[in-house]
């Protein structure tokens, strides 16, 4: 049974950092993605980023592009979202989630496609 632990969340005021960590645990996932996800009061859930565990294939949402950094510890089997420049519209849960099947470019952006999916983190930023 595969678990994803995530921590980090927390309140920060905007153009402030947080660094989330998701811990895998149950098997190895070299050669799959985990990524990140978010999901704010009273909307969808939206991609932010994933990372494909061996290699330097990275992915980013529109909204997050130059200011997220998803990176990874293989030897710890986990992964790190850094999140700079906080606007109070990044205010959600965060869910890490890890696929177990090859993602495509535009599949890897679909929460439909991961397999597995941690208990998720809230992350407030206040104007």
């Known amino acids: 049974q595969v678990q994803l632990v995530e921590s980090g969340g927390g309140f920060v005021q905007a153009g402030g950092s947080l660094r989330l960590s998701c811990a895998a645990s149950?098997?190895?996932?070299?050669?799959?993605?985990m990524g990140w996800f978010r999901q704010a009061p009273g909307k969808e859930r939206e991609f932010v980023t994933t990372?494909?565990?061996?290699?330097?294939?990275?992915y980013y949402g529109e909204s997050v592009k130059g200011r997220f950094t998803i990176s990874r510890d293989n030897a710890k089997n986990t992964v790190y979202l850094q999140m700079n420049s906080l606007k109070p519209e990044d205010t959600a849960v965060y869910y890490c989630?890890?696929?177990?099947?090859?993602?495509?470019?535009?599949?890897?952006?679909?929460?439909?496609?991961?397999?597995?999916w941690g208990q998720g983190t809230q992350v407030t930023v206040s104007s």
């Open positions: 989630a890890a696929s177990t099947r090859p993602l495509g470019t535009i599949v890897a952006r679909t929460g439909g496609a991961y397999d597995y």
């Open positions: 149950g098997r190895t996932f070299s050669g799959y993605f």
């Open positions: 990372i494909r565990w061996s290699g330097n294939t990275t």
